[in-house]
């Protein structure tokens, strides 16, 4: 069952969902957030989020607090937060870096977030209260390009980073007065801030391509890549000590979410969003899109409501 | 006007070298791959057992070698299988190779199609035609992105 809405005539470049996917903000290829809400079956404009200098790369609604993030190629991020009056405000967070931001996260508590930039570091931000603003702690070594995409372990301490270098990489993020000290992880058992866990490479040996979406499972347990050399990887590092890769049929994928312990969802540039599931290897399921037709425009995110029913993007 | 202005020596400079957080590719200094084996393809060719001919020569791709000498052997050799098959035997050829070895055989298509001689097109095109039949667009999306170049 397959909704389609349209956001207007540019290319949309980035979007998230609010906590019960009422609310959702967009960016279409411009400097502005515009945030829409679903009234009566239809998405109406409520808000516009204008703070940002270039191009929104990236925006992430935190479920519970309800704060945005957004990062821009201003090199900028802001966090915007209601207040009472039901307007949003920014506050800037100073991320101390020389390239675009190209894509942001919450923390699954919501107490810190990441940046990946093309300044080949993540910035992972959180709220000193001493000082009422927010600060940036970077990850550098050893990224060697630019960071593409993001995602948080369920711990709030592990992140998963893809970048252009061909490779995935999962650090530590545990900052002393924030976190609590995690448990030990598949992934490993001591984390101290900028501690690289494991490194991976897209495919095998130094083949692979950029890495366009990451994702942890729903326990953590398992890290699904996708590359532009049409490729689909899980690391298990439990079961199996290398990462399982699939080389597709298909056209590169952009973006991947694991459905539930079993499953992921991809979608790319074929413009159909397909699910594989990755138990005993990576096996083809099923086009999650049966229409015949073309739709125009690749597809960038797929993104889960509670229930498994699938909300997606098409730009 | 003074000599110099005109002087575009400036523009061969390579900037990027003196740039320290400059990227370079991962050095691969394990193995030196030596290619298929001669020998075995030639006497499975004259004896016209093209299929095997086929599955020896896709075995041991060079693509690890810095020797540009050979990886153009390599090519020659796969180039002459593939013409040496018929074009109503190239289908059922295709189907007998697994995945990896798919990918591998886009690879010298690809390279085959760069140095086109007299009648190597066409047929590289009907094998092309097979193969990304059963390869699909991921084996040719491959051969772009894979940096272990045949």
């Known amino acids: 069952m397959t909704e389609k809405h349209s956001f207007g005539n540019e290319p949309i470049t980035c979007h998230a969902f609010n906590r019960d996917r009422t609310q959702v903000a967009i960016s279409s290829s411009s400097n502005q957030v515009h945030i829409y809400a679903l009234k009566g079956g239809a998405w109406e404009k409520v808000y516009e989020l204008n703070e940002h200098a270039s191009r929104v790369t990236s925006i992430d609604w935190a479920a519970q607090s309800n704060r945005i993030v957004t990062c821009a190629a201003d ?3 802001y966090v915007w937060q ?3 009056a039901g307007d949003w405000k920014p506050t800037l967070v100073i991320l101390r870096i020389n390239r675009a931001a190209t894509c942001v996260a919450w ?17 992972v931000c959180y709220f000193e209260e001493q000082n009422d603003w927010w600060v940036s702690k970077h990850i550098k070594k050893p990224i060697r390009s630019t960071v593409t995409c993001l995602a948080w372990h369920p711990n709030n301490v592990l992140l998963a980073a893809g970048s252009s270098d061909f490779k995935c990489r999962v650090f530590s993020t545990y ?7 995690p ?7 001591k984390m101290p801030f900028a501690e690289l866990m494991l490194e991976l490479n897209t495919s095998n040996d ?3 391509g950029w890495v366009h979406g990451v994702s942890f499972s729903p326990s953590g347990n398992k890290l699904a890549w996708v590359a532009h050399d049409s490729s689909i990887s899980v690391a298990d590092p439990a079961n199996n000590p290398i990462p399982v890769t699939l080389n597709t049929d298909f056209l590169p994928f952009r973006c991947v979410q694991f459905v539930n312990e079993n499953s992921i969802a991809v979608a790319g540039f074929d413009y159909c969003p397909m699910l594989f599931s990755c138990n005993r290897g990576i096996n083809f399921v099923r086009k999650l899109d049966q229409s015949e037709k073309k739709e125009a425009g690749k597809l960038r995110y797929v993104v889960f409501a509670v229930a498994p029913r699938v909300v997606v993007t098409i730009d | 006007m003074s000599k110099s202005t005109l002087s575009t020596q400036f ?8 740039n320290e957080d400059n990227y370079t590719e991962d050095v691969d200094q394990t193995q030196e791959d030596a290619g298929p084996n001669e020998s075995e393809v030639n006497s499975y060719l004259m004896q016209a057992k093209n299929l095997d001919a086929l599955q020896v020569v896709l075995k041991n791709p060079p693509v690890h070698s810095k020797n540009q000498q050979t990886k153009d052997r390599a090519l020659e050799l796969v180039i002459r299988v593939l013409l040496s098959f018929k074009s109503s035997d190239i289908e059922p050829a295709v189907k007998s190779l697994d995945k990896d070895t798919i990918d591998t055989l886009m690879k010298y298509i690809y390279r085959g199609f760069e140095n086109p001689s007299e009648k190597s097109s066409a047929v590289l095109l009907q094998w092309h035609d097979k193969a990304s039949e059963i390869g699909g667009l991921g084996s040719i999306i491959r051969v772009l992105t894979d940096r272990k170049r045949v």
Do not use: H, Q
């Open chain 1, 75 to 77: 090199r900028n991020a």
């Open chain 1, 82 to 84: 209601r207040d009472s």
């Open chain 1, 107 to 123: 923390s699954p508590d919501e107490n810190k977030f990441a940046v990946g930039s093309g300044a080949r570091l993540i910035s």
């Open chain 1, 175 to 181: 900052i002393k007065d924030i976190d609590k000290k």
């Open chain 1, 183 to 189: 448990d030990a992880t598949p992934w490993g058992t």
């Open chain 1, 206 to 208: 130094c083949g692979g």
């Open chain 2, 11 to 18: 523009r061969k400079v390579d900037v990027d070298e003196y």
